[in-house]
């Protein structure tokens, strides 16, 4: 507007003057602008991230309000079938993974209603009906039988660390999350009815992504897979076409081969469920002998105790091992391997690269020369190669000396300095 009344004002004085002054005045004017304004920036575009609901917005202000996170879901239901219904349908939906953390029954709320009164009444004087009515007590019916339940996000349930800091934890699901959601009976107009309240926000990514990777979501809870699984295992399928399977037949979820590894271990629990220490013994062992060909195992029984005297075990990579390097063999015990203080009497060989290399195993009640002497045979049933051994070290116990060199007679005796 000043540009343009001092345009009119130069106009009354004459044409020429009119003109040249205008002209002027437009050309400073854009020189003006041109010195003053300021250069546009180039557009870029914004870098992709994860979803995360932070507590602040990059404006300084929040990105969700409290309790947002369940916008969209109804807050009021008539029954606590409809609302665990509606509740898990609308967690798939929005990849959020909420469960109890407490709850409240029916009577236990009751209960705690009318020891209020009775408190009330003791220190008042008045009747039950005034002080109930007074303060609007209302029990609920006990066909509701819970009363409230707490959900909190998986995320923002802490565990007691149980560890020693020994090995470092990769996968640490708590992030202090302090989305929660409060449900309880309440009454209203229309009757009694359940009331929803949501408070917190999340502070962690909420996507499918990350919603696939809880245990929850991948395991599989189909009867008919998990007894297709449990065949597949007694057939001798491995884990990895365990995990292959489930992911193929429960519909995309994603069975990650640790996952597989625990079904497999559960299957094993429920087959030696209710057996004794003998028994289960005797399972593993067969389950060991069974896993690969040329694996062995043996147990020895006393005939008039009943108990297991010598108990030997080797798998085939351990005979290939001894058939390979059979001239120098170190023998030694490791004592109080078990609850019942079993020896562990062990063969070791060297291979190519110099390092010791385990080649029979077998646990012995005592180190007698009886025990020693049936150990020393089975390892000769299982071992053709044994004529070869030229070294045998041991320490200076001089009850498995003299065995080994009944059994070894050719062999030369070392004895070991670190002992």
Same mark, same amino acid.
């Given at each position: 507007?000043?540009?343009?009344?001092?345009?009119?004002?130069?106009?009354?004085?004459?044409?020429?003057?009119?003109?040249?002054?205008?002209?002027?005045?437009?050309?400073?004017?854009?020189?003006?602008?041109?010195?003053?304004?300021?250069?546009?920036?180039?557009?870029?575009?914004?870098?992709?991230?994860?979803?995360?609901?932070?507590?602040?917005?990059?404006?300084?202000?929040?990105?969700?309000?409290?309790?947002?996170?369940?916008?969209?879901?109804?807050?009021?239901?008539?029954?606590?079938?409809?609302?665990?219904?509606?509740?898990?349908?609308?967690?798939?939906?929005?990849?959020?993974?909420?469960?109890?953390?407490?709850?409240?029954?029916?009577?236990?709320?009751?209960?705690?209603?009318?020891?209020?009164?009775?408190?009330?009444?003791?220190?008042?004087?008045?009747?039950?009906?005034?002080?109930?009515?007074?303060?609007?007590?209302?029990?609920?019916?006990?066909?509701?039988?819970?009363?409230?339940?707490?959900?909190?996000?998986?995320?923002?349930?802490?565990?007691?660390?149980?560890?020693?800091?020994?090995?470092?934890?990769?996968?640490?699901?708590?992030?202090?999350?302090?989305?929660?959601?409060?449900?309880?009976?309440?009454?209203?107009?229309?009757?009694?009815?359940?009331? =929803?309240? /949501?408070?917190?926000?999340? $502070?962690?990514?909420?996507? @499918?992504?990350? &919603? +696939?990777?809880?245990?929850?979501?991948?395991?599989?809870?189909?009867?008919?897979?998990?007894?297709?699984?449990?065949?597949?295992?007694?057939?001798?399928?491995?884990?990895?076409?365990?995990?292959?399977?489930?992911?193929?037949?429960?519909?995309?979820?994603?069975?990650?081969?640790?996952?597989?590894?625990?079904?497999?271990?559960?299957?094993?629990?429920?087959?030696?469920?209710?057996?004794?220490?003998?028994?289960?013994?005797?399972?593993?062992?067969?389950?060991?002998?069974?896993?690969?060909?040329?694996?062995?195992?043996?147990?020895?029984?006393?005939?008039?105790?009943?108990?297991?005297?010598?108990?030997?075990?080797?798998?085939?990579?351990?005979?290939?091992?001894?058939?390979?390097?059979?001239?120098?063999?170190? =023998?030694? /015990?490791?004592?109080?391997? $078990?609850?019942?203080?079993? @020896?562990?009497? &062990? +063969?070791?060989?060297?291979?190519?690269?110099?390092?010791?290399?385990?080649?029979?195993?077998?646990?012995?009640?005592?180190?007698?020369?009886?025990?020693?002497?049936?150990?020393?045979?089975?390892?000769?049933?299982?071992?053709?190669?044994?004529?070869?051994?030229?070294?045998?070290?041991?320490?200076?116990?001089?009850?498995?000396?003299?065995?080994?060199?009944?059994?070894?007679?050719?062999?030369?005796?070392?004895?070991?300095?670190?002992?």
């Amino acid at each position: 507007m000043e540009e343009c009344d001092d345009v009119d004002e130069a106009s009354d004085g004459g044409d020429d003057v009119a003109s040249s002054s205008g002209f002027e005045s437009a050309s400073d004017v854009a020189q003006k602008r041109h010195r003053k304004g300021k250069r546009k920036s180039p557009k870029t575009k914004p870098r992709k991230t994860a979803r995360i609901a932070s507590s602040k917005s990059p404006r300084g202000g929040t990105d969700d309000d409290d309790g947002a996170f369940l916008e969209g879901f109804s807050r009021r239901w008539a029954s606590w079938e409809d609302f665990n219904k509606a509740f898990e349908t609308f967690q798939a939906a929005m990849f959020q993974q909420l469960s109890g953390r407490s709850s409240t029954s029916v009577l236990s709320r009751n209960k705690q209603m009318r020891d209020a009164v009775a408190r009330e009444v003791a220190s008042t004087g008045k009747s039950s009906e005034d002080v109930e009515r007074r303060r609007g007590t209302r029990y609920i019916p006990a066909d509701w039988k819970k009363y409230c339940r707490t959900l909190r996000c998986t995320h923002g349930q802490g565990q007691p660390s149980r560890s020693s800091g020994k090995r470092k934890h990769r996968q640490i699901r708590s992030t202090e999350c302090t989305a929660k959601v409060n449900v309880r009976v309440v009454s209203a107009y229309s009757g009694w009815n359940i009331a =929803v309240k /949501a408070s917190g926000r999340h $502070n962690h990514p909420v996507t @499918k992504h990350q &919603s +696939f990777n809880y245990a929850e979501n991948r395991s599989v809870t189909d009867e008919g897979l998990i007894h297709d699984a449990a065949a597949m295992h007694k057939a001798g399928a491995h884990a990895k076409g365990i995990m292959s399977y489930l992911c193929e037949q429960s519909g995309g979820k994603l069975v990650t081969l640790r996952d597989a590894h625990n079904m497999i271990q559960k299957f094993k629990s429920g087959q030696r469920a209710g057996q004794t220490d003998a028994e289960r013994a005797l399972a593993v062992l067969d389950e060991f002998a069974l896993e690969a060909e040329g694996n062995a195992a043996e147990i020895m029984v006393d005939a008039e105790s009943k108990i297991a005297r010598v108990v030997t075990f080797q798998s085939a990579r351990m005979r290939r091992l001894f058939r390979a390097f059979p001239e120098a063999v170190l =023998v030694d /015990a490791t004592h109080n391997t $078990n609850a019942n203080r079993y @020896k562990l009497f &062990s +063969f070791v060989v060297h291979d190519v690269f110099g390092k010791g290399q385990y080649v029979f195993h077998s646990l012995v009640e005592s180190e007698e020369k009886v025990n020693l002497r049936l150990v020393i045979k089975s390892f000769k049933i299982l071992n053709p190669a044994w004529s070869k051994i030229r070294v045998i070290m041991t320490d200076k116990a001089m009850h498995e000396k003299a065995v080994l060199l009944e059994a070894f007679p050719d062999a030369c005796q070392l004895l070991c300095q670190w002992h």
